[in-house]
């Protein structure tokens, strides 16, 4: 990947700061899961996260949307920061729900388990949350959720039930609900691992084509071979801090940590 600078919210090659977080800490009771993350995507950027069971993976991505609230620490989508307050306990927490919903709403996150609504159809699940949250109108949220579908491959299943399709199947379809409300970023938490593995292709294959679209994407995943191919940056997560982290080349062929080298011996 090309090195650059940071200069007034872009880097030498013009591109836009999408997501920023400094110094991110995450606790929950006595465990400290995340312990001082700094990491930046850039439009464009497609971010692997790699580490063991229990590394903070899962914790970061959400904590990106608010799904977790951090301990301490800033997280900025697009050079807004999400403002935050200390409660009576001292614990941080949103200062402004509005403003929460609003970015919310644009930073798409694609789960494990899909989370499609199983009592709406396919097309259902992909045009509520432009109508409901961004206001489209029922013709045009429609007319972009039938190409959106026929681009992951569900054209013909967009009247089917969530429960009649195969876990590759929902999954794309959670795809395309994200893309349905245009994203800035797109967040991924392991999104093959509920998956049997004949499927685990078809969604990566979806995965691949947005990432040759330049879009913002931070990928949580544990196909290494992949991440290996289309991510422009891979982080090495290990016990709540970034032990390692560089273009996928240098990772995965010289990796300096003896940890991330017993990790990824592991898998080969």
Known sequence: MTQSIQVNGRDTLGRETVVEIIDLHKRFDDHDVLRGINLTARRGDVIAIIGGSGSGKSTLLRCI????????????????????????????????????????????????????????????NVIEAPMIVHGVKRGDAIERATTLLERVGLADKKDSWPGFLSGGQQQRAAIARVLAVEPMAMLFDEPTSALDPELVGEVLAVIRDLAGEQRTMLLVT??????????????????????????????????????LQQFLGRLS
Do not use: C
């Open 222 to 259: 544990h196909e290494m071979a992949f991440a290996r191919d289309v991510a422009t940056h891979v982080v090495f997560l290990r016990d709540g801090v970034i032990e390692e982290q560089g273009p996928p080349q240098q990772l995965f062929e010289t990796p300096q940590s003896p940890h």
């Open 65 to 124: 949307n608010l799904l977790e609230v951090p301990s301490a620490g800033e997280i900025a989508i697009e050079g807004e920061p999400y403002r935050m307050k200390h409660g009576h306990s001292g614990i941080m927490k949103p200062a402004d729900a509005r403003q929460v919903a609003r970015i919310r709403s644009r930073v798409g996150m694609v789960f494990q388990n899909f989370n499609l609504w199983p009592h709406r159809t396919v097309l259902e």
